[in-house]
């Protein structure tokens, strides 16, 4: 269930659904039915609206690697399935073959360097796919894909609750089991919807790669102890610009649980 917390939070409780929680503060009509995304209605839609327990798809592509577009596809037909965040990074090692990655960042191939030791990899590469930080799939496989999205979706947890405020500015992280060596809360901010780019030089050269969920930042808005805490978002976000907040695990990756603060 959902309601209004103290100080203008607005309160996201963890169930098991495949659809989406609406916070009930905003007093609309909402129906929630398994496989289907509930929507609110009137003028005074809630800003918040946080898949429970999700399935989080992190895609590690590139613009310059000649395999990755179909992979690309597969991540944004799921990206519009209700109760998964679909995120898309682009990495930065593929620029030596003449086209310099228009979204990638550092950043972005040193958290996917940081999967390769819990996900027992003897290298990382592109596409990969990793699904709730607890597996990799390779990103165009779609019948694997797609079966470790479904298995994940089916796994019962029992996350701690993420809290965003009415304002915007702030997250709360409810009491929970902290995993071995803690945990941490990242934010995730990128750009909802597909974006598309042309490449000049490189393997693609010649081609419109079109991507989904772009991801502009990534930042660690600090530590969680299974106790309950807040944490001040990014500022000086963008009207186009979602965030992901991710509680994760330390040590193994893990993601615990997520939520989506859509676009103001």
């Known amino acids: 269930m959902s309601g209004a917390g103290p100080a203008g939070v607005v309160k996201v409780r963890a169930m098991r659904t495949r659809g989406w929680i609406i916070p009930a503060a905003a007093a609309l009509a909402v129906s929630i039915a398994a496989g289907s995304r509930a929507q609110p209605s009137g003028p005074a839609a809630p800003r918040a ?10 895609l590690f592509t590139a613009q310059g690697c000649a395999g990755c577009p179909e992979a690309n596809a597969r991540v944004e037909a799921l990206a519009s399935t209700p109760g998964v965040i679909a995120l898309t990074y682009a990495v930065d090692y593929w620029d030596y073959l003449g086209w310099a990655d228009t979204f990638a960042r550092p950043e972005f191939a040193q958290r996917q360097r940081a999967y390769r030791r819990p996900l027992k990899l003897r290298a990382i590469g592109t596409p990969q796919v990793v699904i709730d930080g607890r597996r990799q799939v390779p990103g ?52 909802p919807g597909p974006q598309t780019v042309e490449i000049e030089r490189g393997d693609n050269r010649g081609q419109t790669v079109r991507q989904v969920n772009v991801v502009r930042s990534v930042r660690s808005l600090g530590a969680w102890s299974g106790r309950p805490a807040l944490y001040d978002l990014p500022a000086g976000l963008g009207p186009d610009e979602a965030v992901a907040v991710l509680v994760q695990a330390r040590a193994d990756r893990r993601i615990l649980n997520g939520a989506v603060l859509p676009p103001g």
Do not use: T
Not at 49 to 58: C, W, Y
């Open 49 to 58: 609206a946080v898949p429970a327990e999700p399935v989080v798809v992190e």
């Open 140 to 191: 165009a496989l779609e019948a694997a894909l797609e079966a470790a999205v479904e298995e994940e979706a089916a796994r019962r947890v029992f996350p701690p609750e993420i809290e965003f405020r009415e304002a915007g500015d702030r997250v709360g992280v409810g009491s929970g089991r902290a995993p071995a060596g803690g945990a941490e809360v990242v934010a995730v901010v990128y750009r």
